[in-house]
């Protein structure tokens, strides 16, 4: 299983960015796909994650409005648009993927992710 993300850059205030997860050796409509992300010397916090099947989302407070999470079954590749970036959303992102069968329900917790991406760095400069 290889779950790799690429999108990530360097945007002014009020840029977007669209992230991309690129899965290989699973399949996509049997996980939950999860962004989570870690600015520079804090914890690790979830983002956003979505069934393909049911298509429930889940966002954070903190990005709820401004980011969509998506997928494509047929590419393999879940998706992160970024809209309205603030300086706070600096972090490197990552992409994760747990399997519907073993979770205890929606959203999952990060510790029950079965995969994980090396992540994508995104800086917003002000």
């Known amino acids: 299983v290889r779950l790799v993300e690429s999108g990530g850059g360097t945007v002014q205030t009020g840029g977007s960015l669209r992230l991309s997860c690129a899965a290989s050796g699973v399949s996509f409509d049997e996980h939950v796909w999860g962004w989570f992300r870690q600015p520079p010397g804090q914890k690790l916090e979830a983002v956003s994650c979505f069934d393909s099947v049911s298509d429930k989302k889940y966002y954070s407070n903190a990005v709820k409005g401004r980011f969509t999470i998506s997928g494509d079954s047929a590419k393999n590749t879940a998706y992160l648009q970024m809209d309205s970036l603030r300086p706070e959303d600096t972090a490197i992102y990552f992409c994760?993927?747990?399997?519907?069968?073993?979770?205890?329900?929606?959203?999952?917790?990060?510790?029950?992710?079965?995969?994980w991406g090396r992540g994508t760095q995104v800086t917003v400069s002000s």
């Open positions: 994760a993927a747990v399997r519907k069968s073993i979770i205890g329900g929606m959203p999952p917790d990060d510790y029950e992710y079965d995969y």
